[in-house]
């Protein structure tokens, strides 16, 4: 009896042991942020293979069939787990399917990822956004004018730690000068120097003698001069400015900086009442200290500062495939590309941007379903043991044949 009777429930063992080893692993990585489950495909083995022939005893050679069963994993790529919230600044949630985080393995070699869970890693001096394989996160670093690199590279996390402040250049007041009952009214303003943080300057209204309706307007700064002014204004005899509608002065400051400023006085009234300052808005910026970074929404990594302002640090690269479910898996949370994905596109480039791609401060999770992993192990354990029973019967029918020949 041929030992061949043997190799169809063998292979059959060794399939549905893969099959368990893949429902295993499905199982330990169910809390594995980014994990695609994997499941296992059967295919026949249904070939033939030479044998080597007795040329002596004048026997022509012969093939023998053989027969089996093969196996491989598939990994559910484009199905897509549940968004969680973590509050964590350097998680990032990808909310389409095909979408992958591109990671650098350090080597060269450019990986394909689902798991946004990232954060710094201090390595030569420098902040890397590292996943949590050591792998960095590739991205286009930020030019400083609102635009970035067109080369992907590591996304290196290294602010100033200060950022300067913005000068006043343009200012709009919203206000009223007292028709009556008073000589003169001031409104405070504060205004930012080159290096300063906030400075007061006092805008103050006199009256002219002899003109109705008029007001000479000079301003009186804490830490220096300011030049350009007194400034005539005329007022209508219904409360309205008649001119200027703006003017320019200059603020020279105590510590050697100046700056020009443009008023814009149009939207200011002279009614009875008192000296209200409605608004005051402006385009200057105090200085400000770095408190730490974040990824937002667009994709971008971004530094934040005490004066609720922010600097582009660089913007991360998500990457599409023409034939994502090719991707070749690394690991059940990074696969690498084949030539048989197609061509690959930027979903989120240096200038590409996608809405509602990204969830920042989330991440997605593992899209296991436990219970159909529980179902596929009991019909895996069922399967082993009845090719199990077959190699015992093609054994103990072995022993047979060769008892009959002794």
């Keep these: 009896m041929a030992l061949g009777i043997f190799f169809a429930s063998v292979s059959g063992l060794e399939a549905q042991s893969n099959a368990l080893s893949t429902v295993s692993d499905n199982i330990a990585n169910i809390n594995t942020v980014g994990y695609k ?3 296992t495909l059967f295919y026949t083995l249904l070939g033939s293979q030479p044998v080597v022939s007795n040329n002596a005893s004048g026997l022509s050679s012969s093939r023998s069939e053989t027969f089996g069963v093969g196996s491989y994993a598939r990994y559910s790529i484009l199905d897509q787990g549940v968004v969680t919230s973590t509050g964590n600044a350097f998680d990032v949630a990808l909310n389409t399917e095909n979408a992958f985080f591109a990671l650098n393995d350090g080597y060269g070699n450019i990986y394909y990822s689902r798991a946004g869970q990232f954060s710094q890693r201090a390595e030569n001096g420098a902040n890397y956004l590292v996943n949590g394989s050591g792998c960095y996160v590739q991205g286009f670093a930020a030019n400083g004018d609102g635009t970035f690199s067109g080369t992907m590279s590591d996304v290196v996390i290294d602010p100033v730690d200060k950022m300067p402040a913005v000068p006043t250049t343009d200012m709009e007041i919203i206000a009223n000068v007292p028709a009556t009952g008073v000589e003169s009214s001031s409104y405070g303003l504060t205004v930012y120097g080159p290096t300063a943080g906030g400075e007061n300057m006092n805008m103050v209204f006199s009256k ?25 204004a005329v007022f209508s005899s219904d409360g309205k400015l008649v001119s200027p509608q703006s003017f320019t002065v200059t603020a020279n400051w105590n510590d050697g900086t100046s700056n020009t400023i443009t008023l814009h006085i149009d939207k200011m009234t002279q009614y009875a009442g008192s000296d209200v300052e409605t608004r005051i808005s402006q385009d200057g910026v105090e200085s400000g200290d770095y408190l730490g970074s974040y990824i937002d929404r ?12 922010t600097l582009d640090i660089a913007k991360l690269a998500v990457v599409g495939f023409q034939s994502p479910e090719n991707l070749i898996p690394v690991s059940g949370t990074m696969f690498e590309a084949g030539n048989d994905v197609g061509e690959s596109r930027f979903v989120i480039g240096p200038d590409t941007n996608n809405l509602n791609v990204l969830v920042p401060e989330s991440v997605e999770a593992s899209n296991v379903r436990v219970e159909e992993e529980f179902a596929e192990m009991i019909k ?27």
């Design 208 to 232: 002219v003698e002899g003109k109705l309706n008029t007001w000479n307007i000079d301003f009186v700064a804490e830490n220096g001069t300011i030049t350009g002014g007194p400034i005539e």
């Design 298 to 309: 667009d994709g971008v990594v971004r530094a934040k500062y005490s004066n609720n302002r």
């Design 380 to 406: 895996v354990q069922r399967a082993y043991n009845l090719n199990s029973s077959a190699f015992t019967v093609a054994n103990e029918m072995t022993s047979v044949a060769i008892d009959l020949k002794s």
């Design 37 to 39: 489950a994997a499941d």
